[in-house]
């Protein structure tokens, strides 16, 4: 079976770490993905996913809160600044034997040529994806959808790729999300096909509202299993939103049976 991971904060918001993986337990999940934030280091993050029987599938910055806003690698002032933290997001994951880190680009900034940008990102991506290879971590860019996100640099998964391709360390690809795509683009299949030789991760969440994808007008059950078809091997995330009056831990679990359901009639 292909792992699950889930990114705990996104699903059961309201817990401190410790609680949130003691719920996590009684779900059938085998990875977390966290942010590091001021509340969470490398070392105690280290211990408790053991003391649990976790593995820690995929890490993000602080910038994940606010993909838009600098220090970003968009950004000429705070270019630097931006790669310095995504090596160090890198370096800390390599330490925890982390499988990838999700970095976030920044904005359009409208006073600049568009394509000065994004070489100005490429070249920050290229500094993280080496230091990347140096200790066996993927760099993902996920590209984030233009209805919620319309000032990203990067909001379509064509656009993407040809950042990804155009970036000489191999270590850089792409984080596939259900969510960003149907919301931004549609045709989830037919978007992950284009781009599947640069995909690193997946994350299913539905449409309206970043829902479960066990909910929503997306039939997620045919869209994993085409994607599984179409030769997906990677980890299969769930960051999705809690909804108000629902069961938090029920709807994982059941999202987790969906998974695991599709990966036995493949």
Do not use: W
């Amino acid at each position: 079976m292909i792992p699950i991971s889930v990114s705990p904060f996104t699903v059961l918001p309201e817990n401190d770490f410790e609680s949130t993986l003691k719920q996590l337990k009684k779900t059938g999940v085998d990875g977390i993905e966290v942010a590091l934030l001021d509340d969470i280091s490398p070392n105690p993050l280290e211990e408790t996913l053991k003391t649990y029987g976790f593995d820690l599938t995929t890490l993000a910055g602080q910038s994940a809160l606010n993909p838009v806003d600098p220090p970003c690698l968009s950004d000429e002032e705070t270019h630097e600044e931006a790669i310095k933290n995504g090596i160090d997001l890198v370096e800390a994951a390599g330490s925890l034997d982390c499988d990838h880190v999700v970095v976030t680009l920044g904005g359009d900034r409208n006073d600049e040529p568009r394509q000065r940008q994004l070489e100005r990102v490429a070249n920050g991506l290229n500094e993280i994806g080496t230091a990347g290879e140096q200790v066996g971590v993927d760099v993902l860019v996920e590209p984030h959808n233009k209805v919620d996100y319309p000032n990203y640099i990067i909001n379509t998964y064509s656009a993407g790729k040809r950042l990804v391709n155009s970036i000489d360390s191999t270590r850089v690809g792409l984080l596939f999300d259900t969510y960003h795509v149907q919301r931004g683009e549609g045709n989830v299949i037919t978007t992950y096909e284009t781009c599947k030789s640069d995909v690193g991760h997946l994350h299913l969440a539905n449409v309206p509202g970043r829902i479960s994808p066990i909910q929503g007008e997306l039939d997620v059950t045919f869209v994993l299993s085409e994607l599984l078809n179409r030769g997906y091997q990677g980890t299969i995330g769930l960051e999705y939103s809690p909804q108000p009056k629902s069961d938090p831990v029920a709807r994982l679990r059941k999202s987790v049976r969906m998974i695991e359901q599709v990966q036995a009639g493949i």
